[in-house]
């Protein structure tokens, strides 16, 4: 089955640093990447649709210069948290969709927990 | 855009009994409905996925049913095991499209 691997599982930093999270599919292309934010015993809320070649599409509310994201092939998305702060702790999980599928199913890569200090 | 519901919240069943999960969703554009299984601290895993031209589909104890004039599908999980107890989520797209809404979750809980 499609294989989708997120780095890092887990980091903590200090308030005003930068984080960057990689999510890269390792045995399909992907048409395209989405960005989740997940709060404990709480949904998926998309934050940005990631389509290579091109700029991410942001869901309403959510920060574009706060939340960088890059998707540079079709198996590879970045998103950067730029200076963290407390408020931005949270488990961030990324998904992408297998290019040629009719099915739209996604993906998830095992998530990475962030802890702002 | 799209808005999906779903209920319950949480549900508590014994073992052996069987469960249910219901969502609606609003967009009649939407034509495939995939469910995920959440596991804590795990990633999200595709269980079974209906498409709009499919009322019901059903893989071993796990069927999904699908009502697309009244826009609600059902998971439907028999003789419930322990390790079926997880957070269990519904989703609605249309299909090529791109994105899919997820609903809020549903926490189950299987008692042995």
């Known amino acids: 089955g499609a294989v989708v691997s997120q780095h890092p599982s887990r980091v903590i930093c200090k308030s005003g640093t930068s984080v960057k999270i990689e999510c890269r599919s390792l045995d399909f292309q992907a048409t395209t990447m989405f960005w989740y934010r997940q709060f404990p015993k709480q949904s998926l809320m998309l934050m940005a649709t990631s389509n290579e070649g091109s700029k991410a599409t942001y869901e309403q509310g959510v920060e574009k210069d706060k939340f960088l994201i890059n998707h540079a092939s079709l198996t590879l998305s970045t998103l950067t948290v730029t200076s963290a702060h407390p408020e931005d702790s949270s488990f961030y999980i990324c998904s992408a969709s297998n290019r040629g599928r009719v099915e739209n199913i996604q993906y998830f890569g095992a998530g990475t927990r962030l802890s702002v200090l | 855009g799209e808005n999906v519901e779903q209920h319950p919240s949480t549900l508590s069943v014994q073992e052996g009994d069987s469960a249910v999960i219901k969502c609606t969703y609003s967009?009649?554009?939407?034509?495939?409905f995939p469910w995920y299984k959440q596991e804590l601290g795990k990633r999200p895993q595709l269980i079974i996925d209906?498409?709009?031209?499919?009322g019901e589909k059903k893989d071993q104890r796990i069927a999904v049913t699908l009502n697309k004039t009244a826009k609600h599908f059902s998971l439907h999980i028999t003789e419930t095991q322990p390790e079926d107890s997880a957070v269990y989520f519904c989703a609605a797209s249309f299909a090529n499209a791109g994105k899919s809404t997820f609903g809020d979750g549903t926490t189950l809980t299987v008692k042995p």
């Open positions: 967009d009649s554009a939407s034509n495939y």
């Open positions: 209906i498409r709009s031209n499919v």
